[in-house]
T-cell receptor, first 113, second 108 residues
């Protein structure tokens, strides 16, 4: 596709459930980033990948959060035992090389009830 | 720790009224400063990258400038379609750190 694609666009889940958020980067982009954005705030860094490996996962808030990119393209952000505080928009971005301009998807709005 | 502060938090202008948005930053070894535009319900849209003090970039009614401590996004004769949140981000040693954004509203 032409841009970064994120699915689903909206996800409502119950507290304690497991969720997976998917990101399809721009074809040929080797770097992939996950951010979280709360209302009225700027995006907050979670993790980035160069190829298949997580180059920096220091932004993941705790061990309930995990992300993979097994083939160096599509990435999945996984959240276990969701809490109401996890409610936010989860943004994915990709760039042609690490730390060049990143292009964002439209985000997945996660609501934990 | 890398930090970015944007001001003002919100700005309301009349169509045609030029102004500037500020992005102040502290970073260990700036590798790039990025400006993005974000519309409600959408992901950020890339506008500019600036790499060194004194650099300027322009796109339509927008011009971004960079000093060693801050960046400005100048908007000249804005139109209602320029209404959006403008985000600034800095890249230091590791990751891109964003400010909280400036919410710009242009009234017709």
């Amino acid at each position: 596709g032409a841009g970064v694609s994120q699915t689903p666009s909206n996800k409502v889940t119950e507290k304690g459930k497991y969720v997976e958020l998917r990101c399809d980067p721009i074809s040929g982009h080797t770097a992939l980033y996950w951010y979280r954005q709360s209302l009225g705030q700027g995006p907050e860094f979670l993790i980035y990948f160069q190829g298949t490996g997580a180059a920096d996962d220091s932004g993941l808030p705790n061990d309930r959060f995990f992300a993979v990119r097994p083939e160096g393209s599509v990435s999945t952000l996984k959240i276990q035992r969701t809490e109401r505080g996890d409610s936010a928009v989860y943004l994915c971005a990709s760039s042609i090389a690490l730390h060049t301009e990143a292009f964002f998807g439209q985000g997945t709005r996660l609501t934990v009830v | 720790e890398d930090q970015v502060t944007q001001s003002p938090e919100a700005l309301r202008l009349q169509e045609g009224e030029s102004s500037s948005l500020n992005c102040s930053y502290t970073v260990s070894g700036l590798r790039g400063l990025f400006w993005y535009r974000q519309d409600p319900g959408k992901g950020p849209e890339f506008l500019f990258t600036l790499y060194s003090a004194g650099e300027e970039k322009e796109k339509e009614r927008l011009k971004a400038t960079l000093t060693k401590k801050e960046s400005f996004l100048h908007i000249t004769a804005p139109k209602p379609e320029d209404s959006a949140t403008y985000l600034c981000a800095v890249l230091g040693a590791q990751k891109l750190v964003f400010g909280q954004g400036t919410r710009l509203t242009i009234n017709p």
